[in-house]
Structures are given as C-alpha cells and as structure tokens.
C-alpha cells in the first residue's frame, strides 16, 4: 500500500529547512522520497501544497 503526506503552508510565508526535514525523513526511514514544488526561500501562499512525501509501504523505526 502506497502512503503519502503533504505539505502545505498554513500561512503565506517563505520555504526554510527543506534540507532539514530531507535529513530527518531519511533517518525515519531511508526509503521514503520526498519531492519539492518550491525551494529555500521561495514565497508560499496559505495553502499551497509544496511538497509530498511517499513510500510503497509506511515504516516506523519508533519502538
């Protein structure tokens, strides 16, 4: 079963951290892929969709 999230701007507002949160789905789990629609300082309008975040099947390292 495919799973995806989105992210969405809750607010008008620049892109930060992509590297970050790239980084940090990585260490949940290393087969999740991540696209971007924007990058790091780009401007965003309340509720753009700008990016996802998907894997065949959801993984959790959590015990």
């Not at 079963?1 to 260490?27: C, R, S």
Request: proline fraction near 2%.
């Amino acid at each position: 079963m495919e799973v995806e999230a989105h992210f969405l701007a809750k607010e008008d507002g620049i892109v930060a951290g992509i590297a970050v949160a790239e980084m940090v789905f990585q260490e949940v789990n290393p087969s999740l892929k991540v696209e971007w629609s924007r990058k790091d300082g780009d401007y965003v309008r309340k509720g753009l969709q700008f990016g996802r975040v998907y894997a065949d099947e959801w993984y959790s390292n959590a015990n």
